[in-house]
């Protein structure tokens, strides 16, 4: 059964935009935490952004200022959009969907490349 479906990767320039999508399969979807990671090759996997039921809001340190979270409960959905995009963000970026230690999701992963 799938739970969680990002849609939105692609391939932009340097200095471009993309806005990601998760979109989660769950039951009371207004108290779940929602967390962006990013995986690129041969490192490890980090937490890029982070909503919380509420609607606070936490970022990795480099995306700080140009990455920006959000959520809208009505569509079981959080997005993610990315600007000034930069090689460095290339990466599979991963929701994660999180009620409590039971129903703690996991998407696929979306493919984001920055290069000119």
């Known amino acids: 059964q799938v739970h969680v479906v990002e849609l939105g990767g692609g391939l932009v320039q340097p200095g471009g935009s993309l806005r990601l999508s998760c979109v989660c399969f769950?039951?009371?979807?207004?108290?779940?935490?929602v967390d962006w990671h990013r995986q690129a090759p041969g490192k490890e996997r980090e937490l890029v952004a982070r909503i919380s039921n509420v609607g606070n809001a936490n970022y990795l340190d480099s995306v700080k200022g140009r990455f920006t979270i959000s959520r809208d409960n009505a569509k079981n959905t959080v997005s993610l959009q990315m600007n000034n995009l930069k090689p460095e963000d290339t990466a599979i970026y991963l929701c994660n969907c999180k009620l409590n230690l039971v129903n703690d999701y996991w998407g696929l992963g979306t493919q984001v490349t920055v290069s000119s």
């Open positions: 769950v039951d009371m979807f207004n108290l779940a935490v």
